[in-house]
């Protein structure tokens, strides 16, 4: 069984910082790609960023220069640093996980709210 527990969401005002963080437990070997995605009541869920293994980064273009995302390999672990936050960046935060022979794990979100 894989496990991926999100942490660190909440409510912030407009132009505060979060840091979201991923944790992957269980049965999951051979990581490859480690995102972030999110999702609004109505919408797709869309990219918000993704890292490889290699330390390779993928951003969507309305969060770059504002998000960074991060692992640590030995601790199964990603990260979302979230720097001037807008209103818009409000959404159900999911953290995916590519491992082993294609395979892909989800965690059950975490709200982050922006107030104005």
């Known amino acids: 069984q894989v496990q991926l527990v999100e942490s660190g969401g909440g409510l912030v005002q407009a132009g505060g910082s979060l840091r979201l963080s991923c944790v992957a437990s269980?049965?999951?070997?051979?990581?490859?790609?480690m995102g972030w995605y999110r999702q609004v009541p109505g919408k797709q869920r869309e990219l918000v960023a993704d890292?490889?293994?290699?330390?390779?980064?993928n951003y969507a273009d309305s969060v770059k220069g504002r998000f960074t995302i991060s692992r640590d390999n030995a601790k199964r672990t990603v990260y979302l640093q979230m720097n001037s936050l807008k209103p818009e960046d409000t959404a159900v935060y999911y953290c995916?996980?590519?491992?082993?022979?294609?395979?892909?794990?989800w965690g059950q979100g975490t709200q982050v709210t922006v107030s104005t």
């Open positions: 995916k996980v590519d491992w082993g022979s294609r395979l892909t794990s």
């Open positions: 269980g049965s999951i070997f051979s990581i490859k790609v």
């Open positions: 890292i490889t293994s290699g330390g390779s980064t």
